[in-house]
């Protein structure tokens, strides 16, 4: 039985200010995912702050939600398959020296904080983050 989902993707400030929008597009396409939906925008840090609510207590919270709303981002939806799982493993693990070769943090993450991408972790988070991004 085919379970198609959608998942968020964003391709985070850091990958955008080096130009690779394309190349982790590029990526995305040739493992099977349709970008259905994308914009390209900068966000308040307020509207980060509410994106990123879950990691509220956490200490890093403050400069994640600088970090993301430093810059230009571009926020997709991505379907496939499996798309939440899927789009995890091609992200790679959330330090990039912990990601796994051929993985996009991997090749293009500098840091934990600067690794070039988010995506949804689950169906549920998928469908609040596809709607903070893509309301209409
Ligand atoms: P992301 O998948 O966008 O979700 C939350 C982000 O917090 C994560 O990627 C990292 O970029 C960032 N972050 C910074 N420090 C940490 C940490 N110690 N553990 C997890 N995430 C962190």
């Given amino acids: ?8 993707s964003i391709i985070k400030p850091d990958a955008v200010q080096r ?3 394309n190349a982790i597009k590029d990526m995305l396409k040739s493992k099977g995912f349709l970008i259905i939906k994308e914009k390209k925008i900068q966000i308040e840090k307020s509207e980060a702050e509410k994106f990123y609510k ?6 890093f919270y403050n400069d994640l939600c600088s970090y993301l709303s430093s810059g230009p981002i571009v926020a997709m939806i991505l379907e ?6 899927d789009n995890r493993e091609l992200m790679g693990a959330t330090d ?3 990601a796994l070769e051929g993985t996009i943090r991997e090749k293009y993450g500098i840091s934990i904080d600067k690794n070039s991408v ?8 998928a ?3 596809i709607n903070f991004f893509f309301k209409d």
């Fill in 1 to 8: 039985m085919s379970n198609i989902e959608q998942t968020l």
């Fill in 19 to 21: 130009g690779l929008d």
């Fill in 54 to 59: 879950v990691h509220e207590t956490k200490s």
């Fill in 80 to 85: 496939k398959e499996n798309a939440v799982l």
């Fill in 96 to 98: 990039p020296k912990d």
């Fill in 118 to 125: 988010h995506g949804s972790d689950s169906v549920e988070n």
């Fill in 127 to 129: 469908k609040i983050e």
